[in-house]
């Protein structure tokens, strides 16, 4: 963000220079790999079709939450399932690894495009039906956000960022503003919320406030530079930017403008009928997590490593991160890489040389508007409950998530 290239001077400063005769490239020269017996990847006319990755990239979604019922079950029902964060890079998830969240374990709609249709009515003047044709005729923004279930929560028995964290991913979405769609049907004066439903058993619904609606909501049919998959909700789907994953309906066909706040199968956990206030209760709060070293992995032994992670805030634009090593006594200032966008996974690196002792990572946050990722120890003290193995931090979880290296290069979860 500063670009007055303070990572150069931290890099110096921090003693995490390469040059301290580590082990870092080879000893002698050596051209890379030719190929070998493995020969070459024969082109078909599926990979020209459709690329695949390697055969030999190997990083895999998992069922969520650890453990739970397999996804998808016997019947092929597809329940919540986890993004492999601790093998991203960059900010972008993709689509083959977003994370999905579904209500209620489903079935997915398996929508004709052209047969889908978009409802607007309610407090409208003029209620609206859009194809998706016509939909693509409008004029389109293309944002990156994440969505983040609520549900994405860590405890002592996760083992990896995947399990304490895989319930969130990062993509760029293109469609609609939802305030273009809401002002071609005309709201009628004062209408305070809206109520969206999706096109499966369950609908997706959810109340949402007015002034979320028109402020930057959209109506999404593209993800990471094509149409949405399937599990994100095709043809159309709902962004929210910054509420809790329930928000962002997938498979939309009818939006209805309504007087008040709608009970639904969702909104189970969100009773805040105020519209002024609903905003800030249903925002993902500030978050990160450090993706490597995590928990899982193993360190090949001391010397220079790039701490890398995520950060994300339901309030706007990730504004500074900080990174400790040994184990939140002192904490520096990460470099954020790239751009930070609003709502969006923000990627920050941190030099770090190992000395091969025990010890402890842990990252921390700040948004735009000045809120601090809290610490487990914080959140037990606000909500005045003991911090023990059995604390679960009550709700959304945004609390720091500490790792531990053990000084054999093993990496674990240090929640105790
Ligand atoms: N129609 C519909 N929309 C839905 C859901 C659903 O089950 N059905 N799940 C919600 C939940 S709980 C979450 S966390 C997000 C997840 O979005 P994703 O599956 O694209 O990651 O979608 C939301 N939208
Ligand atoms: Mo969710």
């Known amino acids: 963000m500063d670009s007055k290239r303070p990572d150069r001077r931290r890099f110096l400063k921090g003693g995490a220079a390469l040059a301290g005769g580590l082990?870092?490239?080879?000893?002698?020269?050596?051209?890379?790999?030719?190929?070998?017996?493995?020969?070459?990847?024969?082109?078909?006319d599926e990979l020209i079709a459709y690329g695949e990755r390697s055969r030999f990239v190997d990083s895999v979604r998992i069922a969520h939450p650890p453990g739970s019922r397999p996804s998808p079950d016997e019947f092929g029902l597809v329940f919540h399932v986890a993004a492999p964060l601790q093998d991203s890079v960059g900010v972008i998830t993709p689509s083959s690894l977003?994370?999905?969240?579904?209500?209620?374990?489903?079935?997915?709609?398996?929508?004709?495009?052209?047969?889908?249709?978009?409802?607007?009515h309610g407090m409208v003047d003029r209620p609206l039906t859009f194809t998706m044709e016509e939909l693509k005729r409008l004029p389109s923004v293309t944002r990156t956000h994440f969505i983040e279930c609520a549900g994405n929560s860590s405890r002592s028995d996760r083992r990896t960022a995947q399990e304490t964290h895989g319930m969130t991913s990062c993509a760029e979405w293109t469609g609609v503003p939802l305030s273009v769609l809401l002002e071609e049907a005309g709201v009628k004066d004062g209408a305070p919320w809206i109520v969206c439903e999706g096109t499966e058993e369950v609908k997706g619904s959810s109340s949402i406030p007015m002034a979320k609606a028109m402020e930057d909501c959209l109506v999404a049919y593209g993800m990471n530079g094509e149409d949405l998959r399937p599990q994100q909700g095709f043809p159309l789907r709902l962004m929210v930017p910054g509420f809790e994953g329930i928000f962002h309906t997938k498979y939309l066909r009818r939006i209805k403008v309504v007087d008040r706040y709608y009970m639904t199968y969702n909104d189970y956990?969100?009773?805040?009928?105020?519209?002024?206030?609903?905003?800030?209760?249903?925002?993902?709060?500030p978050k990160s997590l450090i993706t490597f070293p995590s928990g899982g992995q193993e360190l090949p032994g001391r010397g220079f490593y790039e701490i890398s992670g995520l950060a994300w805030s339901g309030g706007g634009a990730i504004s500074r991160v900080e990174v400790s090593t040994d184990g939140g006594r002192s904490w520096s200032d990460a470099e954020i890489k790239g751009s930070a966008n609003r709502m969006a996974h923000t990627r920050f690196g941190f030099s770090w040389n190992w000395d091969g002792q025990e010890t402890e990572l842990q990252s921390r946050c700040t948004d735009e508007l000045g809120q601090v990722q809290p610490s487990r120890a914080q959140v037990a003290e606000f909500f005045e409950v003991p911090l023990g193995p059995s604390f679960r931090v009550p709700g959304r979880d945004n609390s720091i998530q500490p790792w531990r290296v053990a000084s054999d290069g093993s990496v674990h979860n240090a929640i105790s």
Request: glycine residues 16%.
């Open 23 to 44: 082990t870092l490239g080879a000893v002698e020269p050596v051209v890379g790999q030719l190929p070998g017996p493995e020969g070459f990847i024969k082109g078909t």
């Open 98 to 120: 977003h994370f999905v969240g579904t209500t209620r374990g489903s079935f997915m709609p398996d929508i004709d495009p052209r047969k889908h249709r978009l409802m607007i």
């Open 269 to 285: 956990g969100h009773l805040t009928q105020d519209p002024d206030t609903a905003a800030l209760g249903y925002q993902i709060g």
